[in-house]
């Protein structure tokens, strides 16, 4: 298989990771209770959208990749940990914990993994400096949303370390 063919399928797999996370965290902010994970899950799929877009970007361009221009979507979004000190903000003393919605950020936590070691492969296998920057890039967004994910546990799960 030529390189520009793997590339495409490359980028086809992320396109599919992406919807597919995208359609979970929708669908965990629809059914959240708490103001944090809904706000955190539409969040997330927002930015989910949005590496939707800029891998249909690179995908679509019949252009060499070295001579692309990496889309960025990392400067221009709303900051994930803003959002969750907003979020710590709302929590009131009644707070409770909704046992199907640990199970969906302990998911979401899993999802977000996978998808920066998924990345953090692409780039380590790719051969053309745009598409290592352009798959470190995503790895590392990946990365912010599992750590934001993995710390939105840590405070349903034990209220007390949140203040």
Known sequence: ????????KALEEAIRFETDGREFFLKAAEKARTYIAKVIF????QEELDHIRR?????ENDAVLEKQKIPNGFAEKRNLQNIFEEARGQ????????LDEVEAIRMAVQLEFKGHEFYKH????ATVEFEKQFYQDLAQEEWVHFSTLRRMEEAVTNP????
């Open 91 to 98: 929590m009131d003393k009644s707070f409770s914990v909704n």
């Open 55 to 59: 891998i249909k970007q690179i995908y």
């Open 1 to 8: 298989m030529s390189e520009k063919s793997e590339s495409k």
């Open 122 to 125: 692409l780039a380590q296998e």
């Open 42 to 45: 539409q969040t997330i799929a």
């Open 160 to 163: 007390t370390s949140f203040g």
